[in-house]
T-cell receptor, first 110, second 112 residues
């Protein structure tokens, strides 16, 4: 199966600063890379995704980049707000399965 | 109108018991999944299933078994529950492996 590594495991930033979370994957056949946000006690919800034929995608304050050669992808959150505080998961899709990274607990300090 | 729903939300049971968690999706998706989220928040794939293929993560004990009466349902049966089975279990569905997965609200299983 696929192996997805995610760093850092915890991240604290001041409100208004940027946050970057990085993931690597092992299988070059993976072709879809979603990012999920999970608030405390809630279900994971998709915030942005990218496919293997695209290098970058942006949606307001959130952007994702993908480097297929190096097999890594990153989530960028700009102008962070307290409501961005949550656990973020990257994932890679291979053979009809989603493999998740170990999660990053983001805290935005007001 | 809930897209992916699972019941119960909370389940407390004794070691050795057999229990089931139900999951239903009304999105018309072809693929459904079960994930286990442990105390460290790690989301681990247990099963993925569509009407053609069941993929089982090799690390899942055979005490766990998925049952799909139809395309919209994927229930999880657990036999001989152990303390280490305590976790939050999430059901999810997607059109296929290359599209957004929608999660249920989770079932917090506590084995005492």
């Amino acid at each position: 199966g696929e192996n997805v590594e995610q760093h850092p495991s915890t991240l604290s930033v001041q409100e208004g600063d940027s946050a970057v979370i990085k993931c690597t994957y092992s299988d070059s056949a993976s072709n879809y890379f979603p990012w999920y946000k999970q608030e405390l006690g809630k279900r994971p919800q998709l915030i942005i995704d990218i496919r293997s034929n695209v290098g970058e995608k942006k949606d307001q304050r959130i952007a994702v980049t993908l480097n297929k050669t190096a097999k890594h992808f990153s989530l960028h959150i700009t102008e962070t707000q307290p409501e961005d505080s949550a656990v973020y998961f990257c994932a890679a899709s291979l053979s009809n399965q989603f493999y998740f990274g170990t999660g990053t607990s983001l805290t935005v300090i007001p | 109108d809930t897209a992916v729903s699972q019941t119960p939300k909370y389940l407390v049971t004794q070691m050795g018991n057999d229990k089931s968690i139900k999951c239903e999706q009304n999105l018309g998706h072809d693929t459904m999944y079960w994930y286990k989220q442990d105390s460290k928040k790690f989301l681990k794939i247990m099963f993925s299933y569509n009407n053609k293929e069941l993929i089982i993560n090799e690390t899942v004990p055979n005490r766990f078994s998925p049952k799909s009466p139809d395309k919209a349902h994927l229930n999880l049966h657990i036999n001989s529950l152990e303390l280490g089975d305590s976790a939050v279990y999430f059901c999810a569905s997607s059109q296929d492996g290359g599209a957004e997965a929608f999660f249920g609200q989770g079932t917090r299983l506590t084995v005492v």
